[in-house]
């Protein structure tokens, strides 16, 4: 059963009634309503395409957090193959909201991190809705560190509303676990590859971001903070989410004139949701492409070309 968003409610009513018809055959196989079912379902994908068109920021945040889009477990399970799991970052737990190992990319070693929301209530609060804790960065240091010791590429899929802000996890030194990661990110010798995949919230996302090729699903965001926050701060009214997700300039198509991201990976129309298979089987190109990019690089060389990129970054939107 499809899960509409708000501004799709025309499109669930043309492709219901379709299905209302084609039921109606099911019940009376002599009811002639197919060439009727048909001029609605063109109808629907007429519509379709134009409200994926036309996507305003907000309606990004919105098809990035639906529900169904592939999450990082996804593509995990499609693209890589021997996946090894490896768990905890040997200091306090094992955090559900990261998850990561040793893996097989098109037959090339390499390590990879993904956050994770879940996609049923007990998955989901399992893994914390993506929300890291410092257990779950600091796991992803450790990996890190293994995969620039064995001289691993590693490959991040960034999904988290950001980092959780819970009284534990500041405790536990939050802030101070997503600067290392950052720093990390910034000193290991290998490729280091991001792709964002739904949501890009915060410190949180860019702890796993920190890379030399960093692409974006179309439909995805990516910004400091949620419209949600942003409005609640700068308006005291987080109704406002509309006009700071215009402000904050977290489309994937801003990014990407911006040179904060380098690369947009097509969607479906419709969403990534609508069709994950094409989807994943997109996102699996775009790694192999951004990663055979520094197939001959040094690791000095790997490390001064992510320092550079982060220290130029904004500075080709800003010139324009």
Known sequence: ????????????????????????????????????????????????????????????????????????????????????????????????????????????PVMVIAHEKGNDTKSRIERNFGMARPEGYRKAIRLMEMAGKFGLPVVTLVDTPGAYPGKGAEERGQSEAIARTTEKSLQIGVPVVSVVIGEGGSGGAVAFATANRVAMLEHSIYSVISPEGCASILWKDAEKMREAAEALRLTAQDLKQLAVIDQIIAEPVGGAHRDSATTIASVGKAIDEMLGQMHNMSPQRLIEDRRKKFLDMGSRGLAA
């Open 1 to 108: 059963m499809t899960n509409y968003l708000d501004f799709e409610r025309p499109l669930a009513e043309i492709e219901g009634k379709a299905e209302e018809l084609r039921a109606m055959v099911r019940q009376n196989p002599e009811a002639d309503v197919e060439a009727e079912a048909a001029a609605l379902d063109k109808k629907a994908t007429d519509m379709l395409a134009k409200l994926y068109k036309e996507l305003s920021p907000w309606r990004k945040c919105q098809v990035a957090r639906h529900p169904d889009r592939p999450h990082g477990k996804d593509y995990i399970e499609a693209l890589f193959q021997e996946y090894t799991p490896l768990a905890g970052d040997r200091n306090f737990a094992d955090d559900h909201a990261v998850m990561g190992g040793l893996a097989r990319f098109n037959d090339m």
